[in-house]
């Protein structure tokens, strides 16, 4: 019988992966997903034949429970709030991980084995600080905290005092496993530990944040894996880890900031004094002057921001394109790596939108094009397209890859006002004369340029 | 024979090349269905948490285990659905005028 569960747990390993496999095109995503779900159920059947199963009664109510509140979350959750969700499953991930090896540890009475017992002290410990940190990231991104960067005295010395206790009780429990005070004094430690190191950082950081906790929960998936001596776990905790990584990274090249800087600097704190640039002006276009310049328009990309989403403009911009591309005009997105809240975030919002996805197009696949363009179209993006990022070495955007919307021959800006972005400085595209900038909902002037160039 | 432990080990290294190599291979255009599934999949914790809560052991395991349960199979269950939710949006040429 074992024989059997170790085989279907083998399959369920390659189907894992080649699920993961398929997600490398959108025409065979889909598939991929199926087959991810095809090896969890696998896995899933195999685990219930397994002989120390005797009582079946709270399995089936958990997994009722389990399915019908997940089930509720995929149905409802807004496109716009995939970030939260994300957040929340990452927590959700470390909470059972931690609850496994917690469960695992009261089991097994009697002598636990050295790497047992260390990987129950880190399973415990990832696990744990994955999920309180996680929900500190969550409540910043859905409001319930204060975005801005918590900071105090001192911080990072008491969070160098916290983890060296860690440190002390891990090796306590490690050489005396009956200790269970010395247990839960490192459950309390690193449920304090994830909220004390994700407070300070600040809102425009959590897509970093969210990966890299991503990539803590599959750890803590993986150091399960070493407490129950059950290889798929393993598998899975290393797909899953790997794949935070490497997103974490793409995020940190993205924002030209390393993990270390998100992590222990508090970015997000404007220091640049603004004060020089008071006497510059900003000429305000209409609605009227912008579909002069798109309808004379060969080529057009459009840069869509975040801001976008939250105007609900998707929608109505897509429209605009459709309108466009009526008229016989080249118009491609160009979407940048941190725009929205989360990787690939804007590609998902602007797919809702009926989107075909093969007119957006990532930094380094367009940002060549922009010099032969007739027009750039910026709504909801700030940061991602400020020219100071290239050459002002005081501005803290400072080496951050943007979009080139300032090579384009004209650049059209749709802005509720002249308030910074993130970063809380000013934007040098909005001074330059090629530039129109049109001032309102986002929205509203979409409207009205689509009514505008209808025939 | 082999420890079990150094198999494991093997295993995890090798794993962790394998997730390189076919994530890297995912386009940005992805990566939020990216991470909503591999949401999902750090939900095979569940597989764990079904034997503590089905071994009978004590009511503290079980407890335990049942909480783990419910909350790995949020994370399967939501985490597949709104993936495949994310999706089915990605669409290429629609024509519908």
């Known amino acids: 019988m074992n024989i059997i569960i170790t085989l279907a747990y083998l399959l369920s390993s390659i189907l894992f992966i080649l699920g993961l496999k398929n997600l490398s095109s959108p025409k065979t995503a889909r598939k991929g997903n199926l087959l991810a779900m095809s090896a969890m159920l696998v896995a899933i059947i195999a685990t219930l034949t397994k002989n120390e199963i005797v009582d079946f009664t709270f399995i089936i109510i958990g997994l009722i429970i389990g399915s019908t ?53 880190v399973s415990l410990f990832i696990g744990a600080v994955t999920l309180t940190g996680s929900l500190v990231a969550f409540g910043k991104l859905q409001g319930l905290i ?18 060296t206790l860690f440190l002390i009780a891990g090796i306590i429990v490690i050489i005396n ?23 300070p950082i600040g809102g425009a950081d959590m897509p970093v944040v969210i990966s890299l906790l991503n990539s803590c929960s599959g750890l803590a998936v993986a150091a399960t894996g070493f407490v129950l001596s059950n290889n798929i776990l393993i598998i899975c905790g290393a797909l899953v880890g790997a794949s935070g990584m490497i997103l974490t990274r793409i995020m ?24 020089k640039e008071d006497n510059r002006k900003v000429i305000a276009y209409t609605e009227e002057d912008a579909t002069m310049m798109l309808e004379s328009a060969q080529t057009v990309i459009v840069i869509p921001g975040y801001g976008l989403a939250v105007a609900q403009a998707q929608f ?9 591309i009526n008229k016989g005009i080249n118009v491609r997105y160009a979407i940048h790596p941190v725009a929205g809240r989360m990787p690939g975030h804007m590609n998902v919002l602007l797919a809702e939108a009926n989107v075909s996805y093969d007119l957006l197009f990532d930094l380094g696949d367009i940002n060549n094009d922009f010099q032969n363009t007739d027009v750039a179209v910026v709504v909801g993006a700030n940061d991602v397209v400020n020219p100071s990022a290239r050459a002002d070495k005081e501005s803290p955007l ?10 384009a021959k004209t650049v059209i800006i749709c ?10 400085v000013d934007n040098e595209l909005f001074y330059q004369k090629k530039t129109m900038m049109i001032f309102g909902d986002a929205k509203d002037s979409i409207s009205k340029l689509i009514k505008l160039l209808k025939p | 024979m082999i420890d079990p432990l150094l198999v494991a080990l093997y295993i995890f290294a090798l794993a962790i090349f394998v997730g390189f190599e076919t994530i890297t291979k995912v386009p940005p255009l992805l990566h939020t269905p990216l991470m909503s599934g591999t949401n999902a999949i750090s939900g095979i914790t569940l597989i764990g ?10 009511v503290l395991g079980t407890v335990l285990g049942l909480l783990a349960v419910i909350i790995a199979t949020i994370n399967v269950v939501g985490g597949f659905m709104v993936t495949d939710r994310m999706l089915e949006m990605f669409k290429k040429g629609k024509k519908e005028d």
Not at chain 1, 69 to 78: D, E, F, Q, S, T
Not at chain 1, 87 to 93: D, K, P
Not at chain 1, 253 to 260: D, E, H, L, P, Y
Not at chain 1, 415 to 424: A, E, H, N, T
């Open chain 1, 177 to 199: 496993p009956a200790n269970i005070t010395g247990l839960l004094v490192i459950l309390a430690i690193a449920l304090v530990l994830g909220i004390l190191l994700v407070i």
């Open chain 2, 49 to 58: 948490a079904l034997i503590s809560t089905g071994a009978g052991h004590s």
């Open chain 1, 398 to 407: 400072y080496g951050m890859p943007i979009l080139n919307a300032d090579k």
């Open chain 1, 252 to 275: 940190c090249k993205a924002m030209n900031r390393s993990i270390s800087n998100i992590i222990f600097g508090a970015a997000g704190t404007i220091s640049r004094d603004t004060g």
């Open chain 1, 69 to 121: 509140i997940g089930v509720i979350i995929a149905r409802k959750i807004h496109m716009t709030a995939m970030p939260q969700m994300v957040a929340l499953f990452n927590g959700l991930g470390g909470g059972a991980s931690a609850l496994v090896a917690l469960a695992e540890y009261f089991r097994l009475t009697g002598d636990l084995k050295l790497d047992v017992i260390v990987s129950m002290v």
């Open chain 1, 415 to 424: 802005k509720r006002s002249l308030s910074p972005g993130f970063s809380g």
């Open chain 1, 146 to 163: 204060r975005p801005t960067p918590v900071v105090f005295k001192a911080q990072h010395f008491l969070n160098i005092l916290i983890f």
């Open chain 1, 316 to 324: 109505a911009l897509q429209e605009l394109v459709k309108t466009l």
